[in-house]
């Protein structure tokens, strides 16, 4: 059973924006919010998975979505993806 205070990995792969394929962060502000809001203490992970993001609590992955579907900026209180994932990381405690 995970600790309450374990981290949260975030495992992001690159994306296309303006024809430049790279790893990019600023479409998990919001998320990173969320998470740091519900208390958790976020990780920040390059990945070779295009578009993807995936939150790995304990060894386990319990989220998976892709990057280009979460809002641009924000502090993810609107974003229905960044509830989706807290409430993911909750259900594994």
């Known amino acids: 059973m ?6 949260v990995i975030v495992q992001y792969g690159p994306y296309e924006s ?3 394929v790279e790893h990019r962060t600023c479409r998990l ?9 519900d208390g958790h203490q976020c990780v ?23 990057i280009a579907d979460l809002e641009f900026g924000g502090d993810g209180r609107l974003d229905p993806l960044c509830h989706q994932a807290i409430d993911a990381v909750r259900d594994a405690y």
């Open 2 to 7: 995970p600790q309450k205070n374990s981290p």
């Open 18 to 20: 303006c024809g430049i």
């Open 29 to 37: 502000d919001g998320l990173q919010a969320a998470l740091k809001a």
């Open 44 to 66: 920040l992970e390059e990945t070779d998975d295009w578009t993807t993001v995936k939150l790995i609590v304990n060894g386990e992955c319990v989220y998976t979505c892709s």
